[in-house]
């Protein structure tokens, strides 16, 4: 693990160098958030919904609570809330184990009203589309313009008109999102999977976590 | 290429390749009734009373030279009870499903996605993980490492161990070879130009 230090020579612009963490990484010894096991860690389950548009009308946890290993329920989405799409989040559940927890969201018991659902950007942009959103189902843009464009395409010699969409677009990363926390009576210790050390500042990290 | 199932020689892609086509077929001709079947079917496994499937047994694994005993339940999977249980946290957990690679580990010298193997079925094998490996100047991590292939290293784990199974069966594997052997594999941050190098590099390598 020599090459995990500090270059001897700072300038190194223009140079190659081994990336610092890169041995670490490529021995399956570097921690990340998600290989720290902290005494006593529980693990969670999400339930999601199964429907691409409902409202529930019950919730029950109470056999779920009941079962091996499981120490705590957070309810998302109780009854009289709506979900919106095919996987919405409804409930959390946290246990000893992933599979206990696994089991415990299973057992819960959800009556749903189901409601008419938009699936695609189409139907939800459809004039009688169903209301998935608060507020409507289209937002305003954010259009900028610079210049004059109605005016460059009247002076343009040929003009192309086409409908153009774009994805949602996202890096996929195959990393977990997550940090995880060791926390004694004194200090928090945090080993976070951010790039920026500004986002890890503990002064903000007591009222995120809403603690004294 | 994996090699979770000893009957099965082709690749993974192919494989993927071949039931993908199935499923688009029958997602056509079964029309949205099937998905509400379905759907309907999970609301009624949900009404049933609570199954516990829970209970645990003793496993006795074989982890990188060293036997390790925990107990599991039946169902974990070798990845989830490698890092959930034994403390080897080299395998990584993405997609739990067989698809990315970055959980592979050698098994009996082959590699396998651990994500998709029962820890049960393990037992009395030899479980080889990338923390056991050479990190010398001959050896597959090093070669990632000068070569550059891997950049926030979550998928490296999975590329580095199936290049070494892949060089251990195959000490002098061509390009074309070395994309067969990690195809099981998918890299995110698009380092696969060093990964590569770096296959190739360690196969001269391991040889000097």
């Not at chain 2, 199954?51 to 390790?68: D, E, F, H, I, Y």
Request: hydrophobic share 35%; net charge neutral; charged share 20%.
């Amino acid at each position: 693990m020599a090459a995990n230090s500090w270059p001897e020579k700072t300038r190194i612009i223009n140079t190659r160098y081994p990336r610092l963490d890169g041995l670490a990484k490529a021995s399956g010894r570097a921690k990340y958030p998600s290989d720290e096991r902290p005494e006593g860690t529980l693990f969670g389950v999400v339930l999601y919904s199964l429907h691409a548009h409902a409202k529930i009308k019950s919730l029950d946890s109470s056999a779920a609570e009941k079962m091996p290993g499981v120490k705590a329920i957070e309810v998302i989405a109780g009854p009289g809330k709506t979900v919106r799409y095919h996987g919405d989040d409804i409930a959390v559940i946290v246990a000893e184990t992933e599979e206990q927890a696994r089991d415990a969201s299973q057992a819960i018991k959800i009556e749903y009203e189901h409601l008419p659902h938009a699936a695609t950007e189409t139907q939800a942009m459809a004039e009688n589309a169903p209301k998935i959103v608060n507020g409507g189902n289209v937002r305003k843009g954010r259009a900028q313009t610079t210049g004059n464009p109605d005016d460059g395409l009247q002076k343009a010699d040929a003009v192309v008109e086409g409908t153009y969409f774009a994805p949602v677009i996202t890096h996929v990363c195959l990393e977990p999102h997550g940090l995880t926390a060791r926390w004694t009576t004194k200090t928090i210790s945090r080993h976070g999977q951010v790039h920026s050390p500004s986002w890890q500042r503990p002064m903000n990290w007591p009222s995120q976590m809403n603690c004294p | 290429m994996r090699e979770n199932d000893p009957n099965l020689n082709s690749s993974r892609r192919d494989f993927l390749r071949g039931s993908s086509v199935a499923a688009a077929s029958a997602v056509l001709s079964q029309s949205a009734q099937a998905g509400m079947e379905e759907i309907a079917a999970a609301e009624a496994l949900a009404q049933q009373e609570p199954a516990v499937a829970a209970g645990t047994v003793k496993v006795s694994l074989q982890v990188n030279g060293k036997p390790m005993t925990t107990e599991i339940e039946p169902r974990s999977t070798l990845l989830d009870v490698l890092r959930h249980r034994l403390d080897v946290t080299g395998p990584k957990r993405v997609c739990d499903r067989a698809s990315c690679g970055a959980c592979t580990v050698i098994v009996d010298g082959k590699s396998v996605y651990s994500c998709t193997t029962l820890a049960i079925a393990a037992q009395g094998k030899e479980i080889r993980t990338l923390e056991s490996f050479d990190t010398g100047p001959n050896s597959v991590p090093h070669a990632f490492h000068q070569n550059d292939g891997l950049m926030c290293g979550y998928c490296t784990p999975g590329f580095v161990t199936a290049c070494q199974a892949l060089l251990e069966k195959n000490p002098n594997p061509t390009l074309e070879e070395v994309r067969k052997g990690l195809d099981g594999n998918i890299c995110r941050c698009g380092t696969y130009v060093g990964v590569v190098k770096a296959a190739l590099e360690a196969a001269k390598a391991i040889k000097v």
